[in-house]
């Protein structure tokens, strides 16, 4: 059964419209790989093209030549089990799931001082 997903990024500058990445499966590990693109550069962190770039890469870096199960667009799909934030102007991520409105939400000043072991990295 599928659990879709989207990351949602805002960026730091009013003008940009927020950037919807989509994941069709397994959307209850998209946190942790938010939290594990964020943690791999945080030289980026406050990029906003690359950041995308690095978050969307390390979601599809398994599926590289998929053509299916991942996506990019500028609105929220209307069908989701998860969204997680990555909120650029306030630095914080966050998930929320569609099931129990369960929230977790860090700085990234946490996400980038904290063993990623020691992160709560999954929205189930």
Request: charged share 30%.
């Amino acid at each position: 059964m599928s659990t879709r997903a989207q990351v949602k990024i805002i960026s730091n500058e009013k003008s940009d419209q927020p950037i919807y990445l989509y994941q069709h499966y397994d959307g209850y590990d998209l946190f942790g790989i938010v939290i594990d693109a964020l943690q791999r550069d945080s030289d980026r962190i406050n990029d906003f093209e690359y950041l995308n770039r690095i978050i969307f890469s390390e979601m599809i870096k398994d599926n590289l030549m998929d053509t299916t199960g991942y996506g990019i667009s500028n609105d929220e799909h209307d069908d989701l089990d998860y969204l997680i934030v990555v909120d650029m102007a306030n630095k914080r991520v966050s998930c929320t799931t569609a099931y129990e409105d369960r929230l977790y939400d860090y700085t990234f000043d946490y996400v980038l001082t904290t063993p990623r072991d020691e992160i709560r990295a999954s929205c189930e």
